[in-house]
């Protein structure tokens, strides 16, 4: 009898701090923990008592990376709650913030973080002494990004210009962003094929994808909620088909189906479920990268994510085209509960508010990807694990992280994170 041990102490941010743990027992994976040991972050707490207004400012600071992904869920929440319908124009101007944070966040992810993983250098600043071009294309898409969302939203990190009514920018100011925005299409388009010819190790895995889909585009901060298995919801039915944990070994709860299986949300779910709503620049080049109407290899989820980066700007310069500013719009509270989603970067983020008359907060729960994608990621450690486990203990240790770094599950834990200790007992 063998017994080979990984021992992780500490990952960096995986949303707070954890660490790894996996033990193999005579070539079977016998059991894999990804711990995670931060503190409560009390947000939902530091809601309660609050003023509805209020949630968008609280809420962005859960994320610096994924800020508007948590405004506009809470605000669609806050909306629901106080039955208030925005316009289209409204509507159409939080996609459009939407898309700088995909385009800045897709971005620092596939080429800062992950790329270098398949590529064997240790940091993006390695990777650019061979892949310059690369690497200073990148910064500059994701500058655009920052830049789009901080026209709109009056910064570019936690932006202070999103509420439950607006102050729109004037075209010129979103026209000019818009023309930058177009000229990075080349790149876009190339970044896909760059990261499609990435050396991504073969696993196929039977995923039960969920996220938001919309009957005529690619779903982003609006749609009901769809699964491989034919769920079809509203946001106030995600309690009844879906649980939150909490686990032994971690203080972040893992989410599951109310039946007990797991599943994945995030670009792989996103587009498996509504590749045929891409753009069709996107369509042609997630074809050429040979991804096919569903992807199942989670190793490749990088090129899903550099097509969605393309579908990002696209999608960003149409609506720019067409943008007509919105007209500011007062909300008044009342009591009730409302719920609302949208897809952040990483996938579904579930926000569900109760108020009262006054519209003070009486209750709140946030439900992020990184919950609902820890089991998953767990399941996919140990089929890496015993799919590799013949290879040396380093390389196995760079699978682990790549493996991790799919789900990119928080900023730092897509970087080189896993300090690997291998006990070995005959």
Request: hydrophobic share 40%; glycine share 6%; with cysteine.
């Amino acid at each position: 009898m063998s017994t080979r041990s990984f021992v992780v102490d500490a990952l960096a941010r995986v949303e707070g701090e954890g660490a790894m743990h996996v033990t193999l027992r005579d070539g079977k994976v016998e059991d894999v923990r990804l711990r995670i040991y931060e503190p409560p972050r009390f947000f939902e707490a530091f809601l309660r008592g609050r003023r509805f207004t209020e949630v968008p400012d609280i809420t962005a600071r859960i994320c610096g990376i994924c800020p508007v992904a948590y405004q506009v869920s809470s605000i669609a929440a806050m909306e629901d709650a106080c039955g208030a319908q925005p316009s289209p124009a409204v509507r159409d101007l939080r996609r459009l913030i939407y898309c700088g944070e995909w385009i800045e966040s897709h971005t620092l992810h596939v080429f800062m973080l992950h790329a270098p993983d398949f590529l064997g250098f240790d940091s993006a600043f390695e990777m650019a002494r061979d892949h310059r071009e690369v690497v200073e294309g990148a910064l500059r898409l994701k500058q655009l990004g920052n830049e789009l969302m901080r026209v709109i939203g009056g910064r570019e990190i936690h932006p202070i210009n999103l509420r439950v009514f607006y102050r729109a920018p004037e075209r010129e100011e979103l026209a000019a962003v818009g023309r930058r925005l177009e000229q990075q299409l080349e790149f876009a388009r190339a970044a896909v094929r760059f990261a499609a010819a990435l050396p991504a190790p073969e696993l196929e895995q039977d995923y039960e994808f969920v996220a938001l889909t919309e009957p005529d585009r690619y779903a982003i901060e609006s749609g009901r909620l769809a699964s491989t298995s034919g769920l079809d919801l509203g946001p106030h039915d995600y309690p009844q088909r879906f649980v939150e944990e909490q686990v032994e070994h971690s203080t972040a709860l893992h989410s599951r189906l109310r039946d007990g299986g797991s599943y994945l949300v995030g670009p792989l779910a996103r587009y498996a479920l509504s590749s045929d709503k891409l753009s069709p620049l996107a369509r042609e080049a997630a074809a050429e990268a040979g991804l096919g109407p569903v992807c199942r290899n989670p190793y490749r989820s990088i090129v899903v994510r550099a097509v969605e980066i393309l579908y990002a700007l696209e999608e960003a310069v149409r609506l720019i085209d067409a943008y007509e500013p919105p007209v500011s719009m007062e909300v008044a509270p009342r009591r009730g509960a409302g719920a609302g989603w949208s897809e952040a970067p990483r996938g579904l983020l579930w926000h569900r508010y109760e108020i009262d008359a006054g519209g003070v907060i009486r209750d709140a729960r946030i439900v992020p990807p990184t919950s609902q994608n820890q089991l998953r990621v767990e399941q996919d450690l140990r089929d890496c694990v015993e799919r590799f486990q013949a290879l040396p203990d380093d390389e196995l240790r760079i699978r682990c992280e790549q493996t991790i770094g799919n789900y990119d599950p928080c900023i730092s834990c897509a970087t080189h994170f896993l300090e690997l200790t291998v006990e070995r007992r005959a």
